[in-house]
């Protein structure tokens, strides 16, 4: 792939951000010289919680030409083929918002994940935007080979959880504000990398 064409690939992957709890539930002991619970004055006794935490799965995509907002996937939301094409990529979510950046002159890249390979999918790229890097010339299973997986989201973790999460509106509200300071830099080095990742993956022919 030339140094043109990398420079008009958008990359775009999902991930899970929950709002997150202290894991060592030995730390939510309090222990008493006492015979039965009722004898802790009500005030004093820890309230329960619940054993999962409330997560939200987030998609972007990335450039050099810029990055898109974040889409939020519907709570409960199976991302099947038709969710992912009808709310992931569809209406004012990513094809939007790349389209925006860079008219109708780019590359669309994803991972290997069955929704984005599937033939519901690739019908729906083949329609939907200009050049796509179709699924049997892609690694069913590559986190190194995607900017987003191997450098974006581990940068908007950090300033995620730098702050403690209150709730799920309240991670939400953190990511979008987080992601406003993913600079274009950052961006910029993580594709630049992209190349040579894929010729050490071809030279090991992975």
């Keep these: 792939m030339t140094t043109d064409k990398v420079a008009r690939t958008w990359f775009s992957d999902e991930k899970v951000f929950t709002v997150q709890t202290p894991t060592n539930t030995q730390?939510?002991?309090v222990y008493a010289a006492i015979s039965a619970k009722c004898d802790v004055p009500p005030e004093r006794l820890l309230k329960g919680r619940k054993h999962f935490s409330p997560s939200v799965i987030v998609s972007v995509?990335?450039?050099?030409?810029?990055k898109t907002s974040l889409?939020?996937?519907q709570p409960g939301a199976k991302i099947s083929s038709t969710y992912y094409c009808d709310h992931v990529l569809e209406g004012n979510s990513l094809i939007r918002d790349i389209r925006r950046l860079s008219g109708n002159h780019f590359i669309f890249q994803q991972d290997g994940a069955p929704a984005h390979?599937?033939?519901q999918t690739v019908a729906?790229?083949?329609m939907k935007v200009p050049e796509f890097i179709e699924p049997n010339n892609w690694p069913s299973n590559s986190p190194d080979l995607n900017p987003v997986d191997y450098s974006i989201w581990g940068a908007l973790q950090q300033l995620v959880y730098r702050q403690k999460i209150r709730d799920l509106d309240h991670l939400k509200e953190v990511l979008t504000s987080c992601w406003e300071q993913i600079s274009q830099d950052l961006i910029d080095?993580?594709?630049d990398q992209w190349l040579r990742r894929i010729s050490l993956v071809i030279w090991d022919r992975g």
């Excluded at 995509?61 to 810029?66: C, D, F, P």
């Design 27 to 29: 730390n939510d002991r």
């Design 189 to 191: 080095k993580a594709i």
């Design 124 to 126: 729906f790229l083949n």
């Design 61 to 66: 995509a990335v450039s050099k030409r810029g």
């Design 71 to 73: 889409v939020f996937v």
């Design 117 to 119: 390979r599937s033939r």
